[in-house]
């Protein structure tokens, strides 16, 4: 049985490319980037005496000015019950705080241009107890900040709606114009709207000004500080398209045919009701040049009275004839569209507003799993938290453009949010690029999990976050689900949980009734009520069985055998998968003795357990787990034993920030498929061998130079779609090994370390398939820097992430150097940071001197905004040769 979801997509928004429309100039909209020209002050103290509301951690209570009353009617556009919606009271709360003022100097402010994350720069908090620990990722994220900035209006914006749209802010954003308060935004991971209009001066400087707040212990990972996506001024006629104001939804999706609605909000800010007339064109969108093409079809156009200071929808539909659908690479094409809406009042065109979207359908079928146009497509899918590394959390497109590279290189296909919405531009990433999204809005809700995270702001909340989060993301065709929970608390409390889940499930539903929804169980059985409600079961470790075999018999917790078979018979209708699987466990290239001979086992800092407390590193022979955990053979036996579910998203792709299991004195995880770097660990291997099957390769670890372990016994894995392979050690075969059922490695657990060459070559059908060679490397004597880019834009965003290898005479990389290494930049460029992929290193990111890890280091270069001309960087380490890179900057 399966239940059905025909679907759509759908959306972004924007405008940036609207010269390339051939057909009419943009009228009526302009959206301007407000990122640059900012100062910025960060308070350890709060001096201004304002807060949002009372707190857990803030004891002078008194004499605090609490805002809230009126930052809560910047929820009313997301709030559908008219007797809920917010009053703002009289006053002017925080206009006698210097900082709001026009009249405030803030020259001696730090200069800073958005995003921005002031928390990224460290240093790091190294002691016990302190103020920010492992699980925020040691840097300093806590405190008030202030941002302010002049707008200067002309007085051609006389008349026009002038909107405030800050993408993401973290957290709790109270804006002031001209010393009034706006309004503002807690929840720092939704993107959001302020009407600065009744607060402007046309034909004059304005004075905007942004207090953040971020509390300790309000966080499981690594939030950042700061406004750290994009802000934009945007300028329409009072009369536009409502913010986020089409929803297109595609149906009947064949290669002949689809019939696409559309909803138009239309609203008037202005004193008059309006007769407004609303056309749409379709046109096909080159998403890799970003040029609209040919028009395809024209919705027919419609016309509307629009009362003053209201909303009013208008609906329309039209077929489209071989529509070129959207589907996930590597089988399918990310074929997007563009919707071009123009508003005419008195036949002038007073708005233009652009709407991508992709064209498919999704199928949740209980006993396949998802099917995309019809076509099965098993969810390959990584999670992934929002930072980027050594960059933070400030968005920057190429970084999250090669995470997402590397992650295809993979052979993976999907992406998890978790657990919170992330920057609309990635999310145009992933429609351009083919990746499906499970899109998810929160972590916790009434129930917390840090003193002060979410479930403070909850009750008042709840429904305008994930309205304005589902109306924002709603239009984009990779984003297959919505996840309105991770392992929240509120799973296990019978009917109250249950209840609130319906809740939020009905909203997703009233929002967009075109996907399913979902929310992550870690705990909840079928038998309980809260699972009922969701659309499609996803699970969190438990479909695998958590702690249920031998290695974990001893540990505390829960024992939970594999449960996918119980949820699929409880729920014949609903597709089942899996949303946090492995919670595997290492370290790049670090390897520890002797190696557990189980498939799966607790990390533990016991010999054969794979930690070393002192060192805070993990064994890399991918075997150790966090203590719910597991190996990923152990997940990929479980679900080759339940070939219903639809796949999996590892816990995690990348390393993160933040949540160092099991080495809290450490700062960022040990949890990735690819390392805080983009390095990839021992483990890419074995997922790229399941997920890409076709793809030839062999890979050996460990690494083969270890000239204290003569004679003893090194276990050699070898990772590979291959079904025999034949190891040599000098060689002299180790044994030829067949791929068992429920074997997804192989083994030679007793070899007997000699220095010299491993080699391995392997079989798939009888036929050699794919070989691997390790080396004992001699002393390190040189570098070598590889750029991911030789040619970066002057845009004041673009990057070339640089690899550095440590390299024997021979050309080898030196699997254990940990040489110091010095960067230095010539020409219009800069250094942004640099990285190893250590969870325990301390350097902060931005240090020009960094040690190798295990043989590799990472640069991260930047061109000066406007330059031209030639990038070089070199990099320096004592007894070491190195040839500089060089780069282009246009
Ligand atoms: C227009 O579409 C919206 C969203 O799908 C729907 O709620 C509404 O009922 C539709 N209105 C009409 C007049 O069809
Ligand atoms: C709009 O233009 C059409 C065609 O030129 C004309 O018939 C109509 O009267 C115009 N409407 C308005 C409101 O000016
Ligand atoms: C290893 O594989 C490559 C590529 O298929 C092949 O050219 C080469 O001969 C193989 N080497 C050995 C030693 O088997």
Request: aromatic share 10%; glycine share 8%.
């Amino acid at each position: 049985m399966s239940s059905r979801y025909v679907l759509y997509n759908v959306c972004g928004l924007i405008l940036l490319s609207l010269f390339l429309l051939r057909d009419a100039a943009p009228v009526g909209r302009e959206r301007v980037s407000l990122n640059t020209g900012w100062r910025f002050l960060r308070a350890t103290t709060n001096t201004d005496k304002l807060i949002y509301d009372q707190r857990p951690d803030v004891s002078d209570r008194n004499d605090l000015n609490v805002l809230k009353p009126w930052i809560l009617p910047s929820a009313n556009d997301f709030i559908s019950d008219p007797a809920k919606r917010h009053q703002r009271p009289i006053g002017a709360p925080g206009s006698d705080v210097p900082f709001v003022q026009e009249t405030f100097d803030d020259s001696a402010w730090e200069a800073v241009n958005l995003p921005h994350d002031w928390a990224i720069k460290g240093p790091f908090y190294t002691e016990d107890n302190a103020v920010v620990g492992g699980g925020m990722g040691r840097l300093p994220v806590q405190g008030i900040s202030w941002y302010r900035r002049e707008l200067t209006m002309t007085s051609v914006d006389k008349g026009k709606s002038i909107y405030l749209d800050i993408d993401g802010a973290m957290s709790y954003a109270m804006v002031w114009l001209n010393g009034n308060l706006v309004g503002g935004w807690p929840y720092g991971y939704n993107s959001f709207r302020l009407d600065l209009t009744s607060y402007l001066r046309p034909g004059d400087d304005n004075q905007l000004a942004i207090r953040l707040d971020n509390p300790t212990d309000s966080s499981r990972w690594y939030p950042g500080g700061g406004i750290y996506r994009n802000v934009w001024l945007t300028k329409v006629d009072p009369t536009h398209i409502a913010q986020w104001g089409t929803f297109i939804s595609s149906k009947e999706v064949s290669a002949q045919s689809a019939t696409i609605d559309l909803v138009v909000q239309v609203e008037n800010k202005g004193p008059a009701s309006r007769q407004i007339e609303v056309a749409t064109d379709v046109h096909a969108f080159d998403s890799a040049t970003g040029r609209t093409g040919e028009k395809v079809a024209e919705f027919p156009r419609a016309t509307v009275n629009v009362p003053a200071g209201q909303k009013q929808p208008v609906n329309c539909s039209v077929t489209v004839k071989n529509p070129q659908l959207w589907g996930p690479l590597p089988t399918q094409r990310p074929n997007l569209y563009v919707a071009v809406t123009r508003l005419y009042a008195s036949n002038k065109t007073i708005d233009t507003y652009e709407t991508r979207f992709g064209i498919r359908s999704l199928t949740f079928d209980a006993g396949k799993g998802l099917l995309v146009n019809g076509k099965l497509v098993r969810i390959q899918g990584v999670n992934q938290h929002h930072d980027l590394g050594a960059l933070g959390a400030a968005f920057n497109v190429r970084a999250a453009e090669r995470q997402l590279e590397i992650l295809r290189d993979l052979g993976c296909n999907a992406i998890r949010m978790s657990h919170n919405p992330p920057a609309p531009e990635l999310l145009d990433l992933t429609d351009r690029m083919g990746f499906l999204v499970m899109d998810e809005v929160f972590d916790c809700w009434e129930r917390k999990k840090t003193a002060n995270d979410f479930h403070l702001i909850f009750p008042d909340w709840y429904e305008a976050d994930l309205r304005s989060f589902l109306r924002r993301d709603r239009n984009h065709p990779s984003v297959i689900a919505w996840s309105f929970g991770n392992e929240v608390g509120e799973q296990s409390t019978a009917e109250a949980g249950a209840a609130l889940a319906q809740k939020l499930h009905d909203i997703v539903h009233e929002e967009d009734p075109t996907r399913p929804s979902t929310a992550s169980i870690n705990s909840a059985k079928p038998d309980m009520p809260f699972p009922q409600v969701l659309d499609v079961i996803s699970l969190n470790y438990q479909g695998e069985g958590i702690r249920d075999t031998p290695p974990y018999a001893d540990l505390q917790g829960i024992k939970t055998p594999p449960q996918y078979p119980d949820f699929h018979s409880k729920f014949p209708a609903k597709m089942i998968v899996s949303s946090e699987t492995a919670a595997t466990l290492s370290t790049r290239g670090t390897y520890l003795f002797p190696v557990t001979n189980e498939v799966s086992a607790p990390a533990s800092d016991n010999a054969g357990g794979g930690g070393n407390p002192g060192l805070r590193q993990v064994s890399a022979y991918e075997l150790y787990t966090a203590p719910f955990g597991a190996s990923p053979d152990k997940v990929f036996t479980t679900q080759d034993k339940n070939p219903f579910v639809a796949g999996e998203f590892v816990w995690s792709g990348w390393d993160y920030l933040g949540e160092p299991t099991p080495y809290y004195s450490a700062r960022s995880s040990y949890f990735g498929i690819i390392d805080l770097a983009g390095f990839k660990k021992d483990r890419y291997y074995l997922y790229q061998s399941r997920w890409r099957p076709d793809l030839r390769m062999a890979h050996i670890l460990p690494h083969w130079t270890w000239p204290d372990r003569v004679g003893q016994v090194t276990p050699v894995h070898v990772f590979s779609a291959a079904d025999e392979a034949e190891l040599f050690l000098n060689g002299q075969s180790q044994g030829r090994k067949k791929k068992e059922a429920s074997n997804y490695r192989f083994r030679w657990d007793e070899v007997a370390y000699q220095p010299g060459e491993l080699h391995v070559v392997t079989y798939k059908n009888g036929r050699e398939w794919a070989n691997d060679t390790v080396r004992t490397t001699d002393a390190a004597t040189q570098l070598r820097l590889t750029a991911d880019r030789t040619a970066i834009k002057a845009d004041g965003r673009d990057l070339s992430f640089i690899t550095v290898e440590v390299l024997d005479s021979r050309g080898d990389v030196a699997p254990r150097a940990d040489n110091a290494i010095t960067f230095s930049l010539n020409g219009p460029g800069e250094i942004v940071a640099t990285d190893n992929g250590d969870p325990a290193d301390m350097a902060s990111f931005p240090s020009k001197e960094r040690k190798a890890y295990n043989g590799l280091v990472l640069v991260i270069v930047r061109a000066k905004t406007g330059a031209s001309g030639q990038i070089t960087v070199t990099a320096t380490g004592t007894g070491l040769r190195a040839a500089p890179v060089t780069l282009a900057v246009k």
